[in-house]
């Protein structure tokens, strides 16, 4: 089978000759992989580590943050501000400087925000990538549509929570004009790579380490139709429908898949209820899973022998049969040491 066979055979839960693999990572982490295994591009990188997919770069460049290099704070285009501190041990953690609807007293103040229209909508140029890789890699695109993180980001989480608790009309005023610029983006970069790109990769975060953020019927009032409406239209553009949730959402899979979606990332093994062969014995003949190895505690703190021998379990495990694409269950960060991203890569060829 080519990359792009493999992948999207697991995307449709059928056989693969071999489990497929992606690769995810900050890029502080990339550059010091080429650094220490001398590589100078990350396509050597991928060959190395037999990655079946290409992500399309910049994968977040629409209404990506610009950076005001005075302050070394990034305005989205929604009016958030926010900067990145880097820890001693090279990790970098986001911080929020200003919440532009932190303030709202009224669903006026939500409307009479500054919302972004088509103007701020600009496409990058994906062709040279498109052509390189068309016939060979699945290919994964954008847009980034985390519509309840994004009403955080705007609002504040306690305000949006308390919003959509006690104040449901103005919670779904501030998500309808979010969800309404994101539709608009990802109709034109969906028109843009149209019949060459694979897989719509996006998420919102409804998880906690313990459990979800809202209860079942809550998301299912919010955000159901705002993604059935975008997977929908992905679908008639003919993409496979990928959807990122950090935490412990199992809770959610009947209403993820009920949405559309075709493949869940990830499946975070450390979260609470997020048990692997459970996962599968339950799903697995519904939706595939991207994801599995676990960069919370695993990658990072555990020996190299460890790292293995759980890559191949988690294989065993969410790829029998079919319907499993192996990478970190989020992008891997620079506390992880080297040797075992190694390990973790060359499971499944030693």
């Known amino acids: 089978m080519t990359s792009k066979e493999r992948v999207l055979a697991a995307c449709r839960r059928q056989k693969t000759d071999r489990?497929?693999?992606?690769?995810?990572?900050?890029?502080?982490?990339?550059?010091?992989?080429?650094?220490?295994?001398?590589?100078?591009s990350m396509e050597e990188l991928f060959q190395r580590f037999h990655v079946d997919c290409r992500w399309l770069q910049p994968f977040y460049k629409v209404g990506q943050p610009v950076l005001d290099l005075k302050t070394l704070l990034s305005e989205s285009v929604f009016g958030v501000k926010a900067g990145v501190k880097v820890l001693e041990s090279g990790v970098e953690v986001g911080y929020f400087a200003h919440r532009p609807l932190k303030n709202a007293q009224s669903i006026d103040d939500i409307m009479n925000h500054d919302w972004p229209g088509e103007?701020?909508?600009?496409?990058?140029?994906?062709?040279?990538?498109?052509?390189?890789?068309?016939d060979k890699y699945a290919i994964l695109t954008g847009p980034w549509t985390p519509i309840f993180c994004q009403g955080g980001f705007i609002r504040g989480d306690e305000n949006l929570l308390t919003d959509?608790?006690?104040?449901?009309?103005?919670?779904k005023a501030l998500f309808d004009k979010i969800f309404e610029y994101y539709f608009l983006v990802a109709q034109k970069q969906f028109e843009a790579v149209k019949g060459k790109a694979d897989i719509f990769f996006?998420?919102?975060?409804?998880?906690?380490?313990?459990?979800?953020?809202?209860?079942?019927?809550?998301?299912?009032e919010?955000?159901?139709?705002?993604?059935?409406?975008?997977?929908?239209?992905?679908?008639?553009?003919?993409?496979?429908?990928?959807?990122?949730?950090?935490?412990?959402?199992?809770?959610?899979?009947?209403?993820?898949?009920a949405v559309g979606v075709d493949v869940i990332d990830p499946v975070q093994v450390t979260a609470r209820g997020m048990d692997p062969q459970a996962i599968k014995a339950g799903y697995g003949d519904?939706?595939?899973?991207?994801?599995g190895i676990c960069m919370q505690q695993l990658l990072p703190f555990a020996d190299k022998d460890t790292v293995r021998r759980e890559t191949l379990r988690m294989a065993d495990i969410l790829g029998k049969d079919g319907g499993f694409i192996m990478c970190s269950t989020n992008e891997m960060l620079a506390d992880i040491p080297t040797e075992n991203i190694v390990a973790a890569y060359d499971a499944l060829f030693d």
Not at 122 to 134: G, H, K, M, R, S
Not at 202 to 220: A, C, H, P, V
């Open 19 to 40: 489990v497929p693999i992606n690769f995810q990572a900050r890029q502080s982490l990339a550059d010091r992989l080429l650094e220490e295994m001398n590589f100078d």
């Open 119 to 134: 103007d701020k909508v600009v496409i990058p140029d994906f062709t040279e990538q498109l052509e390189e890789y068309n």
């Open 164 to 171: 959509m608790a006690s104040e449901p009309e103005m919670a």
């Open 202 to 220: 996006t998420g919102d975060d409804f998880g906690t380490q313990n459990g979800l953020m809202m209860s079942k019927d809550m998301w299912r």
């Open 222 to 257: 919010y955000f159901a139709g705002y993604y059935k409406r975008l997977f929908s239209l992905a679908k008639d553009y003919g993409f496979i429908c990928m959807m990122h949730s950090c935490g412990s959402v199992v809770e959610l899979y009947d209403d993820f898949i």
């Open 286 to 291: 519904r939706v595939a899973f991207h994801g």
